[in-house]
């Protein structure tokens, strides 16, 4: 596969605030790339900058051969765009919008089927204002798919839905994929990287920290299994030092987490429900937790809220 997306050491700074910070990376033909990260980490910029949109302080961007600057219009017939923040009239119909949509692009697709295909076809004559969010969002796929891009970005597709509409997304964007399109991602979830992504970039302060498929950021993490449970009484000094010395423990109230700090000769859920019967205290809700990207995340980024 050919990488399609090239950006070498991208920088892009609003006054003293340093959004991008000397990223890199590649986007192979045909495959879901994410990038995700903490509010300010830089994704949306990085982004915006790649669909010519930004224009960057420094570093080198090629998107499907062309520098998104100095060659935007030809550019934009071939990539189709969903922003982070997209709106349309409130009292434009559906087929109204995909029509004048069209128009832009000397090569649009049919969008009769992209309705059919999008779950949209009993809302064609139903003002914008009327949908769901989850119908809003297949609106804006089908708008990005008329130009019948190569290269496809999704900046934040998915936040603002409930959990159906956004695992019913996340089939479309499946079947996007299907048509041999390339898709560039970003999102807050690490559930929907983890599903959706081939590789996953992770960003923090403008920096690229980590680039790899989920399953080898999840790997490279090197944590074992998670035994989680709640007791029904008091956790005495004695159990909680021979607890601690099953795994790395947090507690909660009466919810406690044991993280297994490798290879041990008896499970780490067998250990933890000997230690309990032994001390006669009574567990229930007990269950077993692999690790996820979601850990890789927080580990890499840290744990603290940030506006």
């Known amino acids: 596969m050919q990488p399609v997306v090239t950006a070498e050491n991208l920088r892009k700074s609003y006054g003293s605030t340093v959004a991008v910070d000397g990223v890199s990376f590649s986007v192979l033909e045909g495959e879901i790339f994410g990038m995700v990260g903490p509010n300010g980490a830089g994704k949306t910029t990085t982004i915006e900058c790649l669909e010519g949109l930004r224009q960057p302080d ?4 090629s998107v499907l051969g062309f520098d998104p ?25 559906v087929w109204e919008a995909l029509d004048l949509y ?21 809302k064609r004559n139903a ?8 119908q809003k969002q297949r609106l804006f796929i089908a708008l990005a798919m008329l130009p019948d891009p190569q290269l496809i970005f999704l900046d ?43 590789r996953v ?29 709640h007791i029904d009484g008091a956790l005495t000094p004695e159990l909680a030092s021979a607890l601690a010395q099953a ?8 919810r406690i987490a044991l993280q297994s700090r490798g290879e041990a000769e008896m499970p780490l859920v067998s250990t933890i429900v000997n230690l ?14 692999q690790p996820t990207l979601e850990d890789v995340f927080l580990k890499l980024t840290g744990r603290e809220m940030r506006e």
């Open 156 to 198: 934040e597709l998915t936040t603002g839905l409930d959990p159906q509409a956004r695992h019913a997304t996340w089939e479309m964007v499946r079947a996007v994929r299907a048509r041999g399109k390339t898709i560039l991602l970003t999102t807050h979830f690490m559930e929907e990287a983890e599903r959706l992504c081939d």
């Open 102 to 122: 069209s128009s832009f692009y000397p090569h649009a697709l049919d969008w009769e089927p992209l309705l059919v295909q999008l779950g949209l076809e009993e």
């Open 127 to 134: 003002s914008f204002g009327k949908l769901s969010g989850g």
């Open 276 to 289: 309990l019967t032994a001390a006669g205290l009574r567990y229930s809700d007990l269950r077993t937790e």
């Open 58 to 61: 420094s570093g080198s961007l």
């Open 201 to 229: 970039a992770i960003l923090d302060h403008g920096r690229l920290i980590a680039l790899d498929t989920p399953a080898a950021l999840v790997r490279g993490l090197g944590a074992g299994e998670r035994v989680i449970f």
């Open 247 to 254: 795994g790395e423990m947090q507690v909660d109230g009466d």
């Open 69 to 93: 600057q100095r060659e935007s219009n030809a550019l934009r017939v071939r990539c189709g765009i969903q922003l982070q923040q997209s709106n349309l009239p409130e009292r434009i119909r």
